[in-house]
């Protein structure tokens, strides 16, 4: 090896280690900032067309893996549905906000799709097979439990954050949309942060760098502008929380459980948006 071939070694590790890190790292700051999410979108989908023609793997799957959050964020821009509350909201069986959010699944989902087959990445390692019965069980278990805690503590736990928080379920129909809410965002989320980015990011960032990235984007995301406390509190929550899902996808190699303990805890969000007395 000639000094000049040597010397462009260490300048070309750089440069592929930037091509890594830069699409996470990119979406992770349009999470926190609000401003930089469609360019972020559109830097990241024109370097997924670029990074078709490497022959790294690697790079591809780098470029593909965060692409579906990007979408999302930038999906986030559009206001939500007028927030009036109250009795016809609150038993409306096709909610503005149940409605967009399955929009927004499918639009992420298709996203998902279209993302694994410009960067050749595996389905495999977006963790969407069939759980193991003993995951499934729990899965279904834990969700049927931790729903009615999450209905009956939530308003009490967001209070020091979004002050009081309280809403009337006026019957068992009210719980369908919410119900659909719920399932529809954890999917999104759960396929977007532990499926894609989790899963294809592994492969390029290795496993910390791509559990850690997802987890502050996850946790960034939330951020939101509608607290009346401190948001830093709930944004740290938010992080770990994402860290812990992607840890429990890695460990039993499926969203299940993930996606069942996050749609519990949407379920009180979808009923203090509609049907809020507070």
Known sequence: MTAAAGSRDPVRRVATAVLFVAPSALVVCAAAVRPLRLPALAVLAVGLVLARRSADPRI????????PVAVMLALALVPEP?????AAACTDPLPPRMFRRVLEMIAVLLTVVVAGLLSSSSRDALRLRRPSGRIAVLSIGL???ATPVAVVAGPALAEPFFGPVGFDIPGPLVLVPALVFALANSVEEEVAYRGAWLGWGERSLGPLLALGSQGLAFGF????TDY?????????????????????????DSLALPIALHA???????????????
């Open 60 to 67: 591809r799957a780098a470029w593909a893996a965060p692409l």
């Open 82 to 86: 007028s927030p009036v509350a109250g």
């Open 143 to 145: 969700f049927l439990v």
């Open 221 to 224: 995301a939330h951020a939101g």
């Open 228 to 252: 009346t406390g401190p948001a830093l509190p709930v944004v740290a929550t938010m992080v770990a929380g994402g860290i812990l899902a992607g840890v429990i996808a890695r460990r039993t």
């Open 264 to 278: 519990a805890a949407d379920v009180p969000i979808f009923l203090a948006a509609v049907c809020r007395t507070g």
